[in-house]
């Protein structure tokens, strides 16, 4: 195995990485904006009321894309399974 397929693998499993954890850490971030305005706003400064509301948004976002979600996965296992054969010479 040699460099540059080493690196190509790497490159493409951080490329998928990024793909799947995006959509979740984005959703995370704008609940995390929008509870963060309401608390100063409102001058209340309760650590379960960002808890609560970004992990069930989380978990909300991840029940509707884990269909996609796994479709990558699969597609890049499928892909790196077929170069077993590069990896080996």
Not at 48 to 76: D, Y
């Amino acid at each position: 195995m040699g460099v540059d397929l080493a690196t190509e693998t790497i490159r493409e499993a951080l490329k998928t990485m990024l793909m799947l954890v995006g959509p979740v850490l984005f959703v995370a971030l704008i609940v995390g904006l929008a509870i963060s305005i309401l608390q100063a706003v409102t001058q209340i400064h309760e650590m379960t009321l960002t808890f609560v509301p970004k992990i069930l948004l989380v978990i909300v976002c991840l029940f509707f894309l884990l269909p996609w979600m796994l479709n990558v996965l699969t597609a890049f296992t499928v892909e790196l399974i077929g170069k077993i054969p590069q990896y080996v010479r």
